[in-house]
């Protein structure tokens, strides 16, 4: 795990997955690495820990907030439809989709990356020209693309940011969803490629994304929908910046306590600017910055490891100055905004509840 | 929850066996696999008397209820007035519902009653003597929050992973429910209800008045005993516990006093009722969500043509085909590939979720996936509100010929027939109005702004004078359009309590309206409606009205009266209503204006037209 500076799911999971799997006892869609159940439990938790070489392993909950919804995709994926997570930015969508592709594949990386310059053979598959040149057509002169190794191994594809690609592009896609080939005709009678049980796609696309190009309702009929919405309780919030800032923390050797009372704060102020109302019913103007929970994970992480290479303790000072780049990257107007609700709200609390908000108002001299 | 659950030990803390003489049988409301294993029992204890948690004061409409012409939904209406403040000092007017379903028990051991010629009857508290013994009121007879928001029901959430009570109930009982026998399914019941009682404090139950009502309940379940044989006693589970405990000694019982109230203070009334109405999600307290779902499933329980197995797997895509449908209708089509898909999803997740058969929660969760297309929100959510819209259900109830009419609809029914007014049609009927020519039609006007004032929907003004927006103020005539229905007789049911007529309703509830106002733009506005309803306004109501205008110091507020009331100055002859008093409160408004007005001065210029359009008015009379 050393190697990586952000290991796979499968990698970083390495353990869960391998136990989850010697006492599996589900039935299993054809080629799947877990029964639908153990995917669930891989992704949602258990309170049972599984007994695998000689020790106990734990499963530990990875997405929160929508058991359902995780279900749902599960489900869908077993089926004949492609699965398209939706939502704003910074939901998970990406991590979830990990998540189910190491559970259900073994691995996450068969990965096709969405961008405005995404090709056709991008997607479907390219030519190695020197032996094309010397040996003609022939299958070993062809390039695979992840969807072309999906198909050939019956694994699923992720395909991220799908509607950063041209329209006509994303099109390419609907045949190999419908029939379930690719029609590779330079092969001619060896052009033919079936896909193998296992083999589906996971699309992810970002709601708030501008530019995008809408799917044609042809590609959107191939596939079943998830929203994938903010977590709504703030309790939740907080958990996932413990769990992912503590994760992140291992991975880079910072053996730091992450403290508990500043994820809470952390997680209220991003609820509270997301939501444009504070707990107590008050009116906040929202920033037009992503508000998201990856962007909160995002700024307690850097504040850790700044304290943990040049400080002694995590300092709320720099906090804030994390927040103020993460908020008030695009706009002035946003500087404004937060400005707003540090000297309305930050203020209502330092005064009621003090402590830890008393600090944070304190450092409202670093909003710039 | 299979662990607690399970045992049968329970039948040692409640007895359950068909040698009994008093045997309980817990229930919660609207719950089809509870009346479904009523009915075995009925068959196989062969009770020679049932007893049903419920007002007795609503005996009465037991042969109503039974009726081979009533259909469910049909519900019993209570009121009770607290004139003699026995509630407390506000003398307050009081209501509740308590509605009937073919999933029912308490109907369907009602019915089998009627039907096998068993003695029957209500054992609960009238009504408001269950509003006297306890601090809290419900606007629904059986409330359950007890059993579904209970501390104990927390940690069974926590432990089967279910999201909702509802979700829990679905699978444990209702589902699963239909594979057990009969005593397996009551020692379930039981257990779950015993575990929830013992995990009440004390002090709840005796605030909500559980503890008199039980009281009561044992004494009549005793009571029946010593004249019968056999009592199946029916209630809502929470209460089987404290019942045993009485009626078997091993506590105490004490004798409930009642007040003897007479049918004006105290009565109750069947109506027709709505699925709609009767669905929890609408914020009634007590029985099941989406009672549309629960009943299909019911009816195909009892027509006995499908397997008991597969009755869920059945509805379920019943229901999914008719959203389909009515997707369609409504210009989205479902194609039959989201049709197989959704139903790939919805056995998917039964099975990831341990399911024996798929529910409502797996029915949405397949409507979701798979018919919604692109993002959900409020622009694409449609086949999820039509899949709502089918599980709440449409059904509206129907009362037999015998059962006695609440005034206030009698009422109605003899002014529309004394107007010839159609009421038994379905469509939209219109009349035009000669207010002023013929004294008939000015009384149909007042019976119209009457309804509307009631909030009943039933007629709308096409045309004719406005007189509160002062708009076609030259009008002599007045077209009407009018309907009535299930709406306008809930509407007026709702109501009903304030009194037997639609006259009389709008008098109080003016007169209770006039209370609550502050501003005498609004106290003048309620004038102007009283007005045009035809209602003469007491004299408490304009001492009131008195009290507002001097308190209220808002010039713009003080200008609106002071139009309205000119304007009722000048049209009261018209109108024939020289009754009412205006001059009086005109002069009050004017005077407080005019000491207000140099206030004015510096008014900003989007008010001061305003302004000046109140100085006008006094210049017009
Ligand atoms: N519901 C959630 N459960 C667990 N972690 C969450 C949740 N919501 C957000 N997160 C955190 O936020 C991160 C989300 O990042 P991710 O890149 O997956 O989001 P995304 O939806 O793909 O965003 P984008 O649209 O910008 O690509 C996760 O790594 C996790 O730390
Ligand atoms: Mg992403």
């Known amino acids: 795990m050393e190697n990586f500076i952000k290991p796979p799911v499968e990698v970083r999971y390495a353990e869960e997955l391998a136990a989850l799997k010697a006492t599996d006892t589900g039935r299993k869609p054809e080629n799947w690495y877990l029964s639908p159940k153990a995917v669930r439990t891989f992704i949602l938790g258990s309170n049972k820990g599984i007994k695998y070489n000689g020790k106990v392993v734990n499963i530990k909950k990875k997405f ?5 919804l995780v279900e749902r995709c599960i489900i869908t994926l077993a089926g004949s439809r492609g699965l398209m997570l939706v939502g704003e930015p910074g939901t998970a969508k990406t991590m979830l989709s990990e998540l189910l592709s190491a559970a259900i594949s073994g691995t996450s990386t068969n990965t096709v990356q969405g961008t405005a310059g995404t090709t056709e053979d991008m997607i479907k598959y390219s ?31 992720r395909f991220e940011e799908i509607t950063r690609t041209p329209a006509e592009i994303q099109d390419s896609l609907i045949s190999v969803m419908s029939d379930k080939v690719l029609n590779i005709p330079e092969l001619e009678d060896d052009g033919l490629v079936f896909a193998k049980s296992g083999f589906n796609i996971i699309g992810t696309a970002n709601i708030r994304d501008k530019g995008v190009n809408e799917m044609s309702s042809a590609l959107k009929r191939r596939f079943n929908f998830e929203t994938v919405n903010p977590v709504k309780d703030v309790r939740l919030e907080k958990q996932i910046i413990l769990n992912e800032v503590e994760q992140n923390a291992i991975a880079d050797h910072i053996e730091m306590p992450v403290d508990t009372d500043v994820a809470e704060l952390l997680a209220i102020t991003y609820h509270e600017l997301r939501e444009g109302v504070s707990e107590s019913g008050m009116k906040i103007d929202k920033p037009s910055a992503v508000m998201s929970t990856a962007e909160a994970v995002s700024v307690f992480y850097q504040t850790l490891s700044n304290a943990w290479y040049y400080e002694e303790k995590i300092s709320l000072a720099e906090l804030t100055q994390n927040l103020n780049n993460a908020v008030c990257k695009d706009t002035k107007d946003d500087l404004e905004k937060l400005k707003a609700y540090f000297n309305t709200v930050v203020k209502f609390k330092a005064e009621k509840l003090g402590g830890i908000w008393k600090e944070f108002y304190e450092t409202k001299k670093y909003l710039k | 929850m299979e662990r607690i659950l399970r045992n049968k030990e329970i039948f040692e803390v409640i007895p359950f066996d ?11 409301h609207h719950s089809p696999v509870c009346s479904f294993h009523l009915l075995n029992v009925i068959e196989e204890y062969k009770p020679d008397c049932i007893l049903v948690e419920g007002p007795q004061n609503s005996d009465k409409l037991i042969p109503i209820l039974t ?14 007035k607290d004139t003699q403040k026995l509630i407390n000092e506000n003398a307050e007017d009081y209501k509740c519902y308590y509605p009937f379903l073919n999933t029912s028990p308490e109907y369907n051991a009602l019915v089998q009653a009627a039907r096998k010629n068993i003695d029957c009857g209500f054992i609960d508290l009238p009504y408001g003597e269950i509003l006297i013994n306890s601090s809290k ?4 007879y059986g409330d359950e929050h007890n059993l579904t928001e209970s501390k104990f029901f927390e940690k069974v959430c926590e432990k089967t992973g279910m999201r909702s009570f509802e979700e829990f109930w679905e699978n444990y009982f209702e589902i699963k429910g239909l594979y057990m026998p009969t005593d397996e399914f009551v020692a379930n019941m039981m257990t779950y209800c015993y575990l929830t009682r013992t995990n009440t404090p004390q002090e709840n139950i005796i605030a909500e008045g559980c503890h008199v009502r039980e009281q009561y309940m044992a004494e009549n379940i005793l009571r029946a005993a010593e004249t019968h044989q056999r009592v199946l006693v029916v209630t809502g589970g929470f209460h089987t516990y404290g019942l045993h405990r009485l009626t078997s000694g091993q506590d105490k019982l004490k004798k409930v006093k009642v007040h003897k109230f007479n049918e004006k203070v105290q009565n109750v009334y069947a109506m027709i009722y709505s699925f709609e109405a009767a669905d929890a999600l609408n914020g009634y307290a007590s029985g099941m969500q989406n009672p549309g779902f629960y009943d299909k499933a019911w009816k195909s329980i009892i027509s006995g043509e499908e397997s008991i197995f597969e009755i869920y797997d059945n509805v379920v895509l019943d229901i999914l085909l008719q959203c389909a449908k009515e997707c369609a209708k409504e210009k989205l089509l479902i194609t039959m590939s989201d049709i197989s898909s959704a139903v790939t999803m919805y056995k998917g997740l039964c099975s990831v979720r341990d399911k024996k058969s798929p529910g409502l929660y797996e029915l949405y969760d397949s409507v979701q996936s798979c018919f919604v297309k692109g993002e959900l929100n409020a622009a694409s959510d449609l086949p999820l509100r039509i899949l709502s819209r089918i599980a709440t259900g449409n059904e509206i109830g129907e009362l037999c010929g015998e059962a006695e009419k609440i005034p206030v609809i009698q009422d109605f029914e003899e002014q529309c027939k004394k107007y010839r007014l159609k009421v038994d049609n379905i469509l939209e009927q219109e009349v035009e109005l000669d207010i002023f020519a013929k004294p ?7 019976l119209f702004y009457r309804m509307g004032y009631l909030k009943t929907e039933f007629s709308r003004r096409l045309k004719g004078a406005d007189i509160l927006n002062n708009k076609d103020r030259s009008r002599i005539r007045e077209t009407w359009e009018y309907k009535r229905t299930v709406h306008t007789d809930s509407a007026l049911i709702d109501v009903s309590v304030y009194g037997a007529t639609i006259e009389e309703i709008c008098k109080v509830m003016s007169a209770h309206q006039i209370k609550e106002e502050q501003k005498c733009s609004e106290a ?15 004299n408490e109501f304009a001492v009131k009205t008195d009290e507002i205008i001097i308190n209220d110091g808002d010039f713009f507020s003080l200008g609106k009266g002071l139009y309205y009331f000119n304007m009722l100055d000048t049209l009261k002859k018209m109108y024939n209503a020289e009754g009412i008093v205006t001059e009086y409160f005109l002069e009050k408004c004017f005077q407080k204006i005019l000491i207000m007005l140099p206030s004015m001065m510096n008014v900003d210029s989007d008010h001061a037209d305003e302004c000046i359009k109140i100085c006008r008015i006094r210049k017009s009379f």
């Not at chain 1, 003609?136 to 699923?156: C, H, Q, R």
């Not at chain 2, 012409?69 to 019993?76: G, L, M, N, Q, W």
Request: aromatic share 16%.
């Open chain 2, 524 to 538: 003048s506005k309620l004038y102007v409606e009283c007005f045009l309803m035809g209602i003469g306004v007491t």
């Open chain 2, 137 to 140: 009121q419900s606007n629904a």
């Open chain 2, 440 to 446: 008939s039609h000015m009384e149909m006007s007042r």
């Open chain 1, 64 to 68: 929160f907030g929508n058991d359902a």
């Open chain 2, 67 to 80: 009726h081979e012409d009533t259909k469910p939904p049909v519900a019993f209406y209570y009121y009770y």
């Open chain 2, 18 to 28: 068909y040698s009994q003489k008093i045997l309980y049988f817990p229930i919660r």
């Open chain 1, 127 to 157: 030519w190695n020209y020197a032996l094309l040149l010397a040996k003609g057509p022939v299958k070993e002169a062809l390039v695979p693309s992840p969807l072309y190794v999906g198909m050939t191994k019956g694994i699923i594809t």
